[in-house]
């Protein structure tokens, strides 16, 4: 099956004085229709800039190479007219804060109908009667009431929802939920994830999921995708024995996780300091970092490999024999 959502080789470059930065190196990734993919990473990494990408809401001056294509068609090559067509019906998405992306002087019922009719094909009466079943759907009681309320007036959670169903309303077939949970208290985060991919999966959307909690992933997810400093180190598929993961980061990402029924005086943690992707040398952007740094390390940036259920990039997996290098091709 082609992929529904296809990523190829992106670099993002941002204007930073009088030259550029590059904030994503090299990020390729394939989404099939009603797949759902977790990008994992630390802050900075690059996850939220790499959705932005996708829904061409880059900063102004901004410099990307490679492409991404949505149904075999580029998204970057899109006009203005086919872009907002694309954005209005074939992709939701739910943003981490919902406070910056909620007008605060509309209704929540304002908010909800206006991204129905962005297409033009319901009325205002028609938007309604599609919103008010996906609002208790999403968990939100007393629907005409909370319609008619404005954002200053709900909790987090609440309005969480409110952009969960603005984000569904339209029908769409790619969901990116960029850290939906980030701003939430932990009871809360777990609702609000659960109703994600429980309407994800009876609709049978396809969804990129950023988060930097490797379990939430694993659990949400039918394959993980490992970023760091502007570049994917690792792809795997989860399954029910957990993630086992490849790569130095990767591993040190998931030893430095509590663990029920396990106690310890200190969690186990990555040393040195994550850099940011315009940092990267020649090399290997995690050899400042990696236990197991050798030359090679230091001077060829590795390309991934294929290993069982994945791909890795990282020159001590290809020393080993247990990986075949596919020079970035997917």
């Known amino acids: 099956m082609s992929a529904l959502l296809s990523i190829d080789r992106l670099r993002v470059e941002l204007p930073a004085g009088k030259g550029m930065r590059t904030v994503i190196h090299d990020v390729s990734l394939d989404i099939r229709a009603g797949e759902a993919v977790a990008l994992v990473g ?17 900063p102004q001056g901004a410099r990307l190479s490679g492409d991404i294509r949505f149904d075999g068609v580029s998204i970057p090559a899109m006009d203005r007219r086919a872009l907002r067509g694309w954005r209005a019906t074939r992709v939701g998405m739910v943003f981490q804060d919902p406070r910056a992306h909620i007008n605060p002087v509309r209704t929540i019922g304002d908010f909800l109908v206006e991204g129905v009719m962005l297409d033009g094909r319901l009325s205002a009466s028609r938007a309604r009667e ?23 007036e709900l909790s987090g959670g609440l309005l969480q929802r409110v952009m969960i169903a603005a984000a569904l309303s339209t029908e769409p077939e790619l969901l990116l939920a960029d850290e939906p949970t980030t701003a939430l208290d932990v009871t809360t985060q777990e609702e609000v994830v659960a109703i994600i991919d429980e309407l994800r999966r009876e609709r049978g959307l396809a969804m990129l999921f950023i988060t930097h909690d490797l379990d939430l992933a694993a659990a949400v997810c039918d ?53 940011s992707a315009f940092e990267v040398s020649a090399g290997c952007a995690f050899a400042t970092r990696c236990p197991l740094v050798h030359d090679r390390c230091r001077r060829e940036r590795p390309v991934p490999a294929r290993v069982p259920g994945g791909r890795v990039a990282c020159h001590r997996i290809e020393e080993s024999g247990s990986a075949d290098s596919d020079g970035g091709a997917r």
């Open 42 to 58: 630390e802050s900075g990494s690059g996850k939220s800039m790499t959705t932005r990408a996708v829904m061409r809401l880059l």
């Open 130 to 152: 599609r919103i008010s079943p996906l609002m208790r759907a999403v968990g939100i009681a007393d629907v005409d009431r909370r319609l008619g309320q404005y954002p200053h």
């Open 223 to 275: 394959s993980i995708a490992v970023m760091y400093a502007g570049s994917i180190v690792e792809e795997r598929k989860t399954g029910p024995s957990g993630l086992d993961p490849s790569h130095p980061y990767a591993k040190g990402l998931l030893a430095a996780r509590p663990k029920l029924g396990r106690r310890e005086r200190r969690l186990p943690t990555i040393e040195g300091r994550p850099i």
